[in-house]
């Protein structure tokens, strides 16, 4: 309860607010945190982080005329949202970062479908490079 009524407002670094938060609780506390709870909460950091510099880059990309790019993006958002919602039932607050740890571990499979999302996004980033940066001179050659 406490986490999620702290960090709920903070709506675009979900659970990198979280993390923050629990880190300043267990320093408070001299609390440790189980390693394994230490990767999982890493690898959501860095989901959140992706989500955030999607939204960042492609919203930029709306200001200056480009509205293709952010849609593509909020598709890869949705899939890294997807993530967010098995682990903790919720897309945005997700109250799962927790001082002490996680909420819960892992659900089976949930790794293995967010190395196929890896596999794939680099060529989803070079599309939506080329997509805003493909046409700089004006021509539609």
Not at 40 to 49: A, G, H, K, M
Request: aromatic share 10%; with cysteine; glycine share 4%.
């Amino acid at each position: 309860f406490v986490v999620r009524s702290v960090v709920d407002p903070i709506y675009v670094s979900m659970m990198a607010q979280e993390h923050a938060y629990s880190l300043a609780v267990e320093r408070l506390l001299n609390c440790e945190v189980p390693l394994r709870a230490q990767y999982i909460r890493v690898l959501f950091c860095e989901i959140t982080r992706i989500l955030n510099h999607l939204l960042a880059l492609t919203t930029h990309a709306m200001d200056v005329g480009a509205s293709t790019p952010f849609l593509w993006a909020f598709e890869e958002r949705e899939k890294l949202l997807e993530f967010y919602e098995r682990v903790s039932g919720a897309r945005m607050h997700a109250s799962f970062i927790r001082p002490g740890g996680v909420a819960q571990d892992l659900p089976l499979g949930l790794c293995r479908d967010i190395d196929s999302f890896t596999q794939q996004f680099a060529s989803r980033i070079d599309e939506l490079e080329e997509m805003s940066t493909g046409n700089l001179s004006g021509n539609n050659d």
